[in-house]
């Protein structure tokens, strides 16, 4: 039997249909909606009395995002249409300058920085939180993040507060954490983004039966950092920092440890060179594309505005027209900068649009689910005067797997006040590609054990290591270094080895690459 699902995404696509039919598929998306909200509802009689008023909030904001999905029908671009990027449209950060030392002060007690706290550290291997995986000299995402806007705070005698954003996965592990900062010289506060119910791909209705969340965590998700607008406004966070005076968010990922407060950026918002007297609502970070980023979401100029374009809202056949380097220069870096007062009158309007991400899952039942999400930098086309600036790469360095962890661990970098710095010794400002083999690196326990020490990469392009290899104490990388351990062999890469332009293969021959 055809599902509600597969009957919906035909609606979406591109097929003419006659006219009873379109009829019939309207009917089937009032049914949809009808049906969820009785859900709901019943939903709603389980929960907590104490809770209820702000789960009907959610249970709110899920109702139109479900109400939206119905909606659309077919790509929310089309391709003939993305306009060629305004020549003003990205700034070039090397344009920006920066303030007088004595406004600073004044600049950093307008803004709050935001940082995206949901993510588990499953995917490498670990539990709680990924914000609580020792990245450096044993500290945290978190330790840094806190010790950066310390470090500000202390500098210029200013008042920034650390806002995080958990999930209901990371909230209860973040609270505890965050009691050993009592004592810093940072304000942190947090707030949960909502938790929405996972609904079944053929009946469209919510898996969960009741909200006792903990006893069916499958059954519940957050819905991408799109939410953060709303579960911001939610929260009372924004009424109570535009009532400080504050004017600006700076927003990023706690795992892109290149995203700090930047006094340049901020000048350009709040400084004397702002064009005109309308204020700049919205900014994305962009940095240069390269092969390794053709995944990346982008900046295009469409319907007169500038806003994101995420692969997935790609037709299949112009994937390679977005991947390519030359046609869209650039890749979003999910730095967000945004206007408080002007995320409360989006939101109050009602005009807060963002594309809708359908992420497919099996849960360990085999019951194929759709969660419906969104992301942060969509909302830049419902904001007026957005800008794009292109920053330099160092703003963006993410730790998504362990192979970026090495980077980050390594001699390529020192530590400086929370903030990790490039070594001056490294040639070239890019950073080495480095893949490691899945089956012996992914975890981070399991990473760390193959190191006796991290190897020294100041002069590595590039290192590709597959299958069971180890690193000795005090091993140099140089140029490209490829280490292939096939099924059942074992590398291991003496101390004190130096290789450069090698390749490493199962018998341990070294040859010139």
């Known amino acids: 039997m055809t599902g509600a699902i597969d009957i919906l995404l035909k609606v979406r696509g591109h097929q003419r249909v006659p006219s009873d039919t379109k009829e019939f598929h309207e009917a089937t998306k009032r049914d949809a909606l009808l049906r969820l909200r009785k859900d709901l509802d019943n939903l709603l009689q389980t929960a907590d009395d104490a809770k209820k008023t702000i789960l009907q909030k959610e249970m709110c904001g899920f109702e139109a995002l479900f109400h939206r999905f119905l909606q659309e029908d077919g790509p929310s671009v089309e391709w003939d249409r993305i306009q060629k990027l305004p020549q003003d449209a990205v700034k070039d950060y090397s344009s920006l300058k920066t303030p007088q030392e004595s406004e600073i002060r004044e600049m950093l007690n307008k803004l709050v920085v935001i940082k995206l706290n949901g993510g588990l550290g499953t995917s490498m291997g670990c539990h709680g939180p990924k914000s609580v995986i020792p990245v450096r000299n044993d500290l945290t995402f978190l330790d840094l993040t806190v010790q950066q806007i310390e470090h500000l705070n202390k500098t210029y005698g200013a008042t920034v507060p650390l806002v995080l954003m958990n999930s209901f996965n990371t909230d209860d592990d973040t609270e505890k954490v965050i009691r050993k900062y009592k004592g810093f010289q940072v304000q942190i506060y947090t707030f949960n983004q909502s938790c929405y119910p996972r609904i079944s791909r053929d009946s469209l209705l919510p898996v969960a039966k009741d909200f006792t969340i903990e006893n069916d965590i499958e059954a519940w998700y957050p819905p991408g950092h799109g939410d953060f607008y709303q579960s911001f406004q939610n929260s009372g966070l924004l009424k109570k920092f535009l009532a400080e005076g504050r004017e600006y968010c700076f927003l990023s990922n706690i795992d892109n440890l290149g995203a700090t407060v930047d006094i340049n950026i901020l000048n350009r918002l709040l400084g004397d060179d702002r064009q005109g007297d309308k204020p700049i609502e919205f900014v994305m970070e962009v940095t240069d594309k390269t092969r390794a980023d053709v995944k990346g979401g982008t900046l295009i100029h469409y319907e007169n505005k500038l806003r994101l374009l995420e692969i997935a809202q790609v037709p299949k056949e112009h994937v390679d027209d977005?991947?390519?380097?030359?046609?869209?220069?650039?890749?979003?870096?999910?730095?967000?900068?945004?206007?408080?007062?002007?995320?409360?009158?989006?939101?109050?309007?009602?005009?807060?649009?963002?594309?809708?991400?359908?992420?497919?899952k099996t849960l360990d039942n085999g019951m194929r689910v759709i969660q419906l999400e969104t992301a942060v930098g969509a909302a830049m086309k419902c904001f007026d005067g957005g800008i794009g600036i292109n920053v330099p790469r160092s703003r963006f360095l993410p730790v998504k797997k362990t192979s970026d962890l090495l980077l980050v661990m390594s001699n390529l970098y020192s530590l400086k006040y929370g903030s990790l710095v490039m070594s001056p010794q490294r040639m070239f400002p890019t950073t080495p590609l480095v893949k490691l083999g899945d089956n012996h690196f992914s975890k981070v326990k399991e990473f760390l054990g193959r190191f006796a020490n991290i190897p020294d990469l100041i002069e590595l392009d590039h290192l590709t290591v597959s299958g069971d290899v180890t690193f000795g104490r005090g091993v140099s990388l140089r140029g490209t270094v490829i280490i292939i351990a096939n099924h059942g062999d074992r590398i291991d890469i003496p101390a004190g080895a130096i290789l450069e332009n090698k390749i490493v293969s199962g018998n341990m021959r070294i040859l010139d690459h």
């Open 322 to 360: 977005f991947k390519s380097v030359k046609t869209f220069k650039f890749f979003n870096t999910n730095n967000i900068w945004a206007r408080l007062e002007s995320i409360e009158r989006v939101l109050d309007a009602h005009t807060m649009n963002m594309e809708i991400i359908v992420n497919n």
